[in-house]
């Protein structure tokens, strides 16, 4: 019997036990995969969401960042100005020189001269004893002044023609923005 092949009989191949019990098998292992599976795509899933709200959560935080950085930026900023400039000084209010002539200084840098009907916007810098007025109307000159005194009187002095002049402060509060 060398040679031949031994040949089993046909009730042996297709009995039906022996089908229902390759099909068991075939299906109990066919189950098993598409539990694994679908535990796998279910972690896939969830690790998927938790990268996702990771990005999202460094995003917002970034972004927070940003905000905060481009705030202190700003607020750095207007503050060197002001201090650089010296605004928010002890000029702010109405100041009176004469019957018809006031100015009126904001403590912001900006402020305007009241002459009789007339007014006259001007930016000003006080830097120490001495104040700069930048007239906006070109034909008023601008101007440099000496201060001296405190309180509620104060006598500024014409850098270039030595001319001084006395204010005398009328309201506390600039009602120049």
């Not at 042996?12 to 679908?38: F, G, I, W």
């Not at 927070?64 to 750095?76: C, F, N, Q, S, W």
Request: glycine share 8%; aromatic share 10%; hydrophobic share 35%.
């Amino acid at each position: 019997m060398q040679g031949q092949i031994r040949k089993r009989p046909l009730h042996y191949v297709y009995s039906p036990k022996r089908c229902e019990k390759v099909l068991k098998t075939v299906l109990t292992q066919a189950k098993t995969d598409m539990e694994k599976h679908n535990r796998a795509v279910s972690r896939n899933k969830k690790t998927k969401k938790k990268r996702r709200r990771a990005k999202m959560k460094k995003f917002v935080l970034m972004l927070l960042l940003l905000i905060d950085t481009g705030m202190i930026a700003v607020v750095g900023t207007v503050l060197f100005i002001t201090i650089r400039d010296g605004y928010c000084d002890g000029l702010r209010g109405k100041w009176k020189l004469d019957a018809v002539t006031e100015y009126d200084f904001n403590g912001f840098g900006s402020g305007t001269l009241i002459a009789s009907d007339s007014s006259y916007k001007f930016r000003y810098r006080l830097d120490g004893a001495l104040l700069y007025l930048d007239y906006a109307d070109h034909s008023l000159s601008d101007v440099d002044y000496q201060c001296q005194g405190g309180g509620n009187n104060l006598v500024i002095t014409n850098v270039s023609n030595n001319r001084s002049f006395e204010l005398t402060k009328i309201e506390q509060e600039g009602s120049v923005g």
